[in-house]
């Protein structure tokens, strides 16, 4: 196990967030491969992307002016179905980043227990500031290479950070004309175009059905529970939602700029104005503030210095903005003021040295691969909708996404045991997810 990890930051020394993302899965995975030392061949394999595409993507400002962005699609794994995953539009987009989110995507997509492989894509474009202009023509000339690589049997995108609904209709459109075919190349869409209820809620909804059901394996509940949240964006808003609905008390939220602390309470109205805020007028978390009374606005502060989100004294915390946005210390600070569980919204928001201070402090913990697939599953019943040239009612898609997390849970839970690491979500989610590509790829011959 250990060369394999040599080898992956040999090959590509430049890549830190796809070797953590390695290295947290090598880790689950030595017992596995005690029991069935064949499958270090497949290890070997599932550490390299079947497939990167990089592309430029040329665009024109509402001035006049050309811009020159990075386009990329890493199709990681298809060993169980076509490939899927989400496109991010943010700044930091790299290679290392896409890498890891591939990667994350091939486990994840695995435990939805629905037949998907594992991609990521994006670009270095920054929404922010942009034109509802700019903005379609950015996405019509990232489409306009992007098209070729994928479709609805071979690689199906849809959204992540900074690609929401607006972003997905645009895409959607150029995909349609350069085809010529209306199939469902994307998820995410459009009601009025083939897109699936529930699917902006998923993501949220889904992480909120996870930590009730890790939550009530230890006899405890959302009822009456303070949560912390980050970010404010799909995921977070869907996730307060859920937790409103099951009796908690949502005190935080942020954006890149700053947290708020609300102490009385998110409630429904606070929530819905902020939908408004972050998905209408596209504003700051920091109008929040402004908007109510008795509530307090933290600017972020450059690293090395802690995010004082996490020091808020709450029993629940939920990460849902970014990678690596809680480090060991700012886990320290959340057993310290008394959290009793932390589930993660966003893709790999805790670092392993927040992870180990998790476990070590008996804090049950939920991996991003398992508690966030929520999203991803319901992009699989969109497809399936699509193939099928139907549409489930909000009743429908909502029970089977509660199914399917459920599910995820219980596999995760007991093949944690069955593997004597109890309560180790991680150790679960990682083997679970491994086993079905490694049963699939072995019968495949190893390609
Ligand atoms: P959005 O773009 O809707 O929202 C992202 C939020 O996180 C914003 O509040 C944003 O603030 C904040 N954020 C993003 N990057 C940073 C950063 N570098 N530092 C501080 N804050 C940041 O994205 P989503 O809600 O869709 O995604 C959030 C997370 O959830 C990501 O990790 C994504 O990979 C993961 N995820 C998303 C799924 C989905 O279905 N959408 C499914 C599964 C996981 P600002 O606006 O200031 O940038
Ligand atoms: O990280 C993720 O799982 C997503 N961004 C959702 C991917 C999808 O294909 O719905």
């Known amino acids: 196990m ?27 995975l030595a017992p596995v491969i005690e029991d069935n030392p064949d499958y270090m061949d497949v290890v070997m394999g599932m550490v390299e992307p079947e497939r990167v595409m990089q592309f430029r993507v040329p665009w024109y400002d509402d001035d006049g002016k050309l811009h020159v962005n990075r386009g990329f699609r890493v199709q990681f794994n298809s060993a169980i179905g076509p490939y899927k995953g989400g496109l991010r539009f943010h700044p930091s987009v790299n290679l290392s980043i896409l890498k890891f989110l591939a990667f994350e995507q091939v486990f994840k997509n695995s435990l939805t227990g629905l037949p998907m492989g594992g991609g990521k894509g994006g670009s270095d474009f920054d929404p922010k500031g942009k034109s509802d202009s700019e903005v379609r023509r950015f996405c019509q000339s990232f489409m306009s290479e992007l098209w070729r690589h994928i479709g609805a049997d071979l690689d199906v995108p849809a959204g992540d950070i900074g690609v929401g609904g607006r972003e997905i209709g645009y895409l959607f459109g150029m995909y349609r004309k ?31 059905y996870f930590a009730r059901e890790m939550l009530s394996a230890k006899g405890k509940s959302f009822d009456g529970a303070t949560v912390a949240i980050s970010g404010s964006g799909n995921v977070a808003q869907f996730a307060c939602e859920k937790v409103l609905d099951l009796g908690g008390k949502p005190v ?20 819905s104005w902020i939908m408004d805020l972050k998905n ?34 709450v029993d629940v915390a939920l990460p849902c903005a970014t990678q690596n946005e809680i480090n060991g210390d700012e886990a320290k600070m959340l057993v310290d003021g008394g959290a009793i569980a932390v589930a993660e919204g966003a893709n790999m928001p805790c670092t392993p040295e927040a992870v180990e201070v998790f476990l070590k402090n008996g804090i049950l913990f939920a991996p991003g691969k398992a508690s966030n697939a929520g999203g991803v599953a319901t992009s699989g019943l969109e497809m399936s909708q699509n193939s099928l040239r139907m549409s489930w009612s909000r009743e429908e898609v909502d029970q089977k996404l509660e199914g399917i997390m459920v599910n995820i849970h219980k596999n ?3 093949t944690a045991e ?16 491994f086993l079905k590509v490694a049963e699939a790829t072995t019968a495949q011959g190893i390609l």
Not at 255 to 269: A, C, K, L, V
């Open 2 to 28: 250990k060369s394999v990890y040599e080898r992956v930051i040999a090959r590509d020394p430049d890549q830190p967030e796809f070797h953590q993302a390695v290295e947290e899965v090598l880790d689950s």
């Open 178 to 208: 350069l085809a010529n075919e209306f199939t469902g190349v994307l998820t995410g869409k459009g009601i009025s175009y083939g897109g699936s209820l529930i699917r902006p809620e998923a993501t949220g909804y889904g992480l909120v």
């Open 252 to 271: 935080t939220m942020s954006d890149s700029g700053g947290y708020i602390h609300d102490p009385t309470g998110i409630d429904r109205d606070k929530l």
């Open 280 to 313: 209408k007028s596209r504003g700051r978390i920091k109008e929040y503030a402004e908007r109510f009374d008795g509530v307090e606005y933290t600017e972020s502060e450059p690293e090395p210095n802690l995010n004082k989100l996490w020091g808020t004294k």
């Open 412 to 414: 995760a839970f007991d």
């Open 418 to 433: 069955r593997y004597g690491m109890p309560g180790n979500y991680v150790a679960g989610a990682n083997i679970a997810g």
